[in-house]
Each structure stands twice: as structure tokens, then as C-alpha cells.
């Protein structure tokens, strides 16, 4: 009998290919945006009494313009320009098919007063303020639901200037957690390229819930594109992670400088019971040429928030230098969710305390109604091509009592190291090859000819970008 292939049938192959890594980060394309998209309307701050003085508030004229903007949206969108000057303001939101534009000389300024940041509802996959109980302060710049979206320009600033926010946080002196200064919500086709970001109050970059949207045969390029940005904060200010992409899918980091005072990147999808209820993962997360320093945090990091789940997380080409640590998985009892499919290559460290660092009693929860029972599971973690000139130790390596995280991989690593015990291994399983200082005996086995096949890898065409030889990139730096 022949048979005819149903709507139902298309979508059940669609379902499988989406679950298959190869599928879905082979169809990621992050070299291709539309930063430099000509919107056929474009009007100047100034043309809504804005005042570049860094004193006037122009939170007025950026809803204003914004408001005006929005009767493009289905006329080809607007662009909004940013002259050169120190435009002072409170939270505000952007629209779909819209380009904020800075000049090289334009520095948007976050007020230092509370009160020009509005109180909203937590996240769902949160259930609470990440800091204290209740609601949270809404970015500067805010955007939900959107569709083509760009921050962009000739390199010009947005300064959250946070210290006040980093003083009211050490002084305990908060009545709800620290704003964003970027948060984008369940948005799609989000470009931000060629600006500087400094002093954020909290995390800088904050993409959440963006997700693709599935065609017939095909996922959409990536959702959440970052290229080209500087993001700068004192080294001791807390929690100003650079980017975190949380309980998203499909998102592009690219050629950045992140200093901060926390994560430079922080993978995250929501926390304990509320992340693995609202059960969004984060997936598909590619990063390239990334250059940064933290004194107290870690160069990429996973969680500790992600009890939605994390998988498919590529990175390569990556230089951190002074800093804590290089690659770090943080979770706890309680968690639930778990960490899979992940792929570090190509990372020089230069003085890094921990080359590699995997946290299983991180401990942090949003209240007591956790679940202590829900463990994390933590598998096919393959980090290869790895150098390091004085570094204090090659790992610390802790999984969970009865939850060993496992298929650890570890190739072609050479780290300097200036202890004399360069490993620290608990609960974990896994395999290496050519790495010196020689790894911990869960490390042990070989990796070839028996265990290749348990050890994750992206496909060949999805390896390196390039065939340059390991550094030549930062050149450009």
C-alpha cells in the first residue's frame, strides 16, 4: 500500500531533526547579520527635545521618538540616531523592526536614580528577583516580543553607570534586584554590534526566552546575534556578567573583549523547581573569538541556573589572561535540568588560577521549597586544544556525590602549571589524551581507539572556522 506522508508525519521529522545536534547547530549560521540593514525612515533623538548634556533626562524623548517609530514597523521599520553628546535617561523600551543607532561620540547614560528604572514582575523560570525576594528593576534598555531588532553604530557608548547600584548592593541597602542593562524577552532576529557597553548595574547583556521559529525543513539562523562589542566594568564590581544568554536557543557571541566583574559569559536557564517547571532550555550557543579578563569569576561559565537544561554550547578560539578561571560548570542538588553536548576549543589562558573547573554543591537557592532530590545531569563535556602559561591548577574537577558527571573529555592540553598537585577530581568519569600535566586517575582511559565514540564532538562542518594557526586571530586585538 503506498502511503502518503501527513502534516503530522512532516512534523515528526521535524521534531527528531531538532533534536539531533548535528541538525540544529548544523543549520546555525552566525557569520551573517543585519546590522547594516538600511530602514527606509530614520529620525534623530534631538528631533524629540532630547538634550546631550549629561544632565537633562531625555527618558521622554526616547519613548516619544519610539512611539513615532513604531507607525513604520510594517513600512520597511525606522532607525533611531544618536548624535554625539551624553544623553541622560531611565529604562526604556525598543519595537520590533527598529535600529538604535549611536554615533561614535554618543554615550546613552543610565540615571543614577531608582526610581527612572521600573519594578516588574520576575521571571517565570526564576520565580523571584535574582537577589532578593520579590519583583526586579527593568533594564535600561528593554525590549519583549520583538521581531528585527537592532542595537548598533560607530562603536558609541551605553554607560549604565552602576556604582550606585554596586553600593546600594554591598550596603544591603536594595529593595529589589539590580536592572539589566540590555534584556531582550522573547524576541527573535536580535542584532546588537559595534557598541561599547560599561558599568552595568547587574548583567550587561541579558537575552531570555528567544527562541527560533521552525520552518519546513529548517531552523532560522541564529536568534540573538552579539558581534563586535566591548563590554567594561571594574574588575570588583559584583555581578556585572557580560553576556547570558538564559533559556535560549540559536544565539551567536563573536568577536568581543569582555572585562568585567563576574562571568564574562554565563549560560543559564532558569533556577531549581521554577526553571525545571517553566522547562525552557538553552541551546544552540555558538561562540568565537572571544578575549576577556575576570579577577573572580570564570571566562565562559554554565549556570549555576540551569535547571531548564544547557546542550550544544560550541566555543573556540578563546584568550582569557588574569583572570580566576577559563571554563567553568557550576550546579547543585536541586537543580534538576542538566548540561550536555558541550564543545571548548582552540582557548590560550595566560595567569588563570583554574584552567577548567566543574562545581557540583554551588549551593544559591531561590527559597526552601527546592527540591533537594533533584540532581543535575552533567555529560559529554569535550574540552581539546587547550594552552596555558602559568596557571595555578589544570583542574578542579568536583561532581555530585551518586551523581558522577560523566563522558569528560580532556585533548591536546599543555598547561604550565605552578602547583604541585595540578588536578583535583571527585565524582567524575571520562577520558583524555595528550594532556600535560597528566590528569587524575577518573581521567585516566584513553580516549582512542576505545572511547572516541563517547566523547562529544561538533561534526566535521561544524569544526574550526578556520585552519589558522592557533592565535593568529588576535592580531586584530
Known sequence: ???????????????????????????????????????????????????????????????????????????????????????????????????????????????????????????????????????????????????????????????????????????????????????????????????????????????????????????????????????????????????????????CIEDCYISTGDDLIAIKSGWDEYGISYARPCTNIIIRRLVGVTNSSAGIAIGSEMSGGVSEVHAESLQFFNSKTGIRIKTSPGRGGYVRNVYISDMNLVDVSIAIRFTGQFGEHPDEFYDPTALPIIENITVKDVMGENIKFAGLLEGIEGDNFVNICLSNITLNVTTESPWNCSYIHGYSDLVSPEVCEPLEERIYPGHSLDCYHLPTHLGSVSNRKRGSWLLSW
Open 1 to 251: 500500500m503506498r502511503r502518503f506522508f501527513t502534516l503530522l508525519d512532516v512534523l515528526l521529522v521535524l521534531l527528531l531533526l531538532s533534536e539531533a545536534p548535528w541538525a540544529v547547530l548544523g543549520s546555525l549560521h552566525c557569520d551573517q547579520t543585519s546590522s547594516g540593514v538600511i530602514r527606509p525612515h530614520s529620525v534623530a533623538i534631538t528631533e524629540f527635545g532630547a538634550v546631550g548634556d549629561g544632565v537633562t533626562l531625555n527618558t521622554k524623548a526616547f519613548q516619544n521618538a519610539i512611539f513615532y517609530l513604531n507607525s513604520f514597523a510594517d513600512k520597511g521599520g525606522a532607525q533611531l540616531f544618536v548624535p554625539a553628546g551624553w544623553w541622560l535617561t531611565g529604562s526604556f523600551d525598543l519595537i520590533s523592526h527598529l535600529t538604535l543607532w549611536l554615533d561614535k561620540d554618543a554615550v546613552i547614560l543610565g540615571s543614577m536614580n531608582s526610581n527612572d528604572w521600573p519594578v516588574v514582575d520576575p521571571l517565570p523560570s526564576y520565580g523571584r528577583g535574582r537577589e532578593l525576594p520579590g519583583k526586579r528593576h527593568r533594564s535600561l534598555i528593554y525590549g519583549c516580543n520583538l521581531t528585527d531588532v537592532i542595537i548598533t553604530g560607530d562603536n558609541g557608548t551605553i554607560d549604565g553607570q552602576g556604582s550606585i547600584w554596586w553600593d546600594w548592593f554591598r550596603n544591603e541597602t536594595l529593595n529589589y534586584t539590580r536592572p539589566h542593562l540590555v534584556e531582550f524577552i522573547n524576541s527573535t532576529g536580535v542584532v546588537i554590534s559595534n557598541v561599547t557597553f560599561l558599568n552595568s548595574p547587574f548583567w550587561t547583556i541579558h537575552p531570555v526566552y528567544c527562541r527560533g521559529e521552525l520552518r519546513l525543513f529548517f531552523w532560522m539562523n541564529s536568534q540573538v546575534v552579539v558581534q563586535n562589542v566591548t563590554i567594561l566594568a571594574p574588575l570588583d564590581s559584583p555581578n556585572t556578567d557580560g553576556i547570558d544568554p538564559d533559556s535560549s536557543n540559536d544565539v
